[in-house]
């Protein structure tokens, strides 16, 4: 456990300290601490609304559940999570941010999506294999003060880059002051980053973690990073945004997981070729593909989720997979024996990682133990005919995933019941909006 006394006295400029509380959405909510009033939240003195946990997108509480409005909305201590005290390199001020989960009496409250991972990682702890994961995450850069979402194409007085330019250098090189402020915050936030890239929309980005077998580090680390990332982005002048579909007829931004799995000897058990996958793989990919429509109110949680889907722009639109193949929704890459892995596609940057991750595996779980197969993999432009339809539509999911008996069963039935109903109200809520396409569609045709 961090200890907060020796951080501050490492950290003697330090003002105050910023307590982050990761909800259902993935979004870091919490409270700024005077730096000198640090212990309390290690003392367990520090207080917060049971239900922030379980807040929608914009911070509403569901008067549908029993906790919020119903009960009153009571506080309960916050507990520090280890290993996640740190400076905050971005601000002028000198501070720090550690992550908290809510507590309920003596144990961390069953409804901290980290609290539903630990479940699924203590489940998945029974078939004596190890999980490795790395995550990548997508998101646009935009132009300040527009009306419309602009994409930052290039960076100061250049210009000339029109088109996605994927992979162009020389259009990263015209963000590289951005992305060495981001390296060296990332550097003091201790987040492993990989590769950063140009990618397949204008003004999108690329950024991939490092593989780890520490899960939840894995998923503090992409919460950190996207929080990261937009305050480093607002210094220079930019907004960053992990929407899924951020702009109408844009590639839409995904969080991809890459998975393996090693024995008790490190041995990677997803290890085979293409032409004879090992049997862990075949169930592996089972269990994701059957799951997958079921789990789609986890990797696309809001409405605007449903407009990323779209094969022209390598965002999957069935439950299927291939070989290095970047449209299907399991991608096999390339790769050395010990390196194979499967790169699971479907969720959106917009969705909490924790989540993400506890369905991956209870999916692969699921399919382990039921020793399931692989359906005939996509290959080119020919989906697969064994391939699952996905929901489209946010309704849609809602209704699958407040059906799947076995994806609960792995998440936790009352977690679920608690997350599909704040999802089902924030989904009537959007109903009730007008936009700007209702008064262009009907306001002078009817």
Excluded at 73 to 86: F, Q, S
Excluded at 241 to 265: C, R, W, Y
Excluded at 336 to 343: C, Y
Excluded at 426 to 446: K, V
Aim: include cysteine; proline fraction near 6%.
């Amino acid at each position: 456990m961090d200890n907060p006394d020796s951080f501050l006295q490492s950290h003697p400029d330090i003002k105050y300290v910023e307590i982050l509380v990761p909800d259902i959405n993935g979004v870091l909510r919490g409270k700024r601490l005077p730096a000198k009033q640090l212990k309390k939240l290690y003392n367990g003195e520090l207080m917060i609304p049971r239900a922030t946990v379980l807040l929608d997108t914009l911070g509403n509480a569901s008067d549908q559940i029993e906790f919020g409005y119903q009960d009153g909305d009571p506080d309960r201590p916050l507990r520090a999570i280890e290993n996640t005290l740190m400076p905050l390199p971005w601000q002028t001020e000198p501070a720090a941010q550690v992550l908290a989960e809510v507590s309920d009496g003596e144990d961390i409250w069953f409804c901290n999506p980290t609290e539903v991972l630990r479940r699924c990682q203590r489940q998945f702890g029974k078939l004596r294999l190890t999980p490795v994961i790395a995550i990548e995450l997508e998101f646009h850069l935009l132009k300040t003060n527009t009306a419309a979402p602009t994409a930052l194409q290039h960076k100061g007085e250049l210009a000339g880059f029109s088109g996605p330019q994927t992979y162009n250098l020389e259009l990263l090189a015209d963000h590289a002051a951005f992305l060495t402020e981001l390296h060296s915050a990332c550097e003091v936030q201790q987040i492993p980053l990989g590769s950063a890239l140009t990618e397949y929309g204008e003004g999108q980005f690329e950024i991939n973690l490092q593989h780890s077998s520490d899960l939840m580090q894995a998923c503090h680390q992409a919460c950190f990073l996207r929080r990261l990332i937009r305050c480093v982005a607002l210094k220079h002048q930019t907004v960053a945004t992990f929407m899924a579909k951020p702009i109408v007829g844009n590639s839409g931004n995904g969080m991809h997981v890459h998975i393996s799995l090693l024995d008790e000897q490190n041995n990677n058990v997803l290890s085979g070729s293409n032409d004879n996958l090992s049997p862990v793989m075949q169930q592996a990919i089972g269990g994701l593909l059957q799951w997958m429509p079921d789990s789609m109110a986890i990797f696309a949680p809001n409405a605007n989720s449903y407009q990323r889907p779209d094969p022209d722009t390598f965002a999957p639109i069935h439950a299927d997979w291939g070989f290095d193949h970047r449209g299907v929704a399991l991608r096999l890459p390339h790769a050395t024996a010990e390196n194979i892995r499967i790169e699971h596609r479907m969720a959106g940057a917009d969705a909490c990682p924790y989540l993400v991750v506890a369905a991956l595996l209870g999916a692969i779980q699921h399919g382990i133990e039921h020793q399931l197969s692989a359906p005939v993999p996509t290959k080119g432009t020919v989906t697969s005919p064994d391939a699952l339809a996905i929901p489209r539509r946010w309704h849609s999911a809602l209704s699958r995933f407040d059906g799947a008996k076995n994806l609960q069963q792995a998440l936790g039935t009352e977690f679920c019941r608690l997350y599909h109903q704040v999802k089902v109200d924030e989904e009537d809520a959007w109903h009730r909006q007008l936009t700007q396409f209702d008064h262009l569609q009907y306001l002078r045709t009817i």
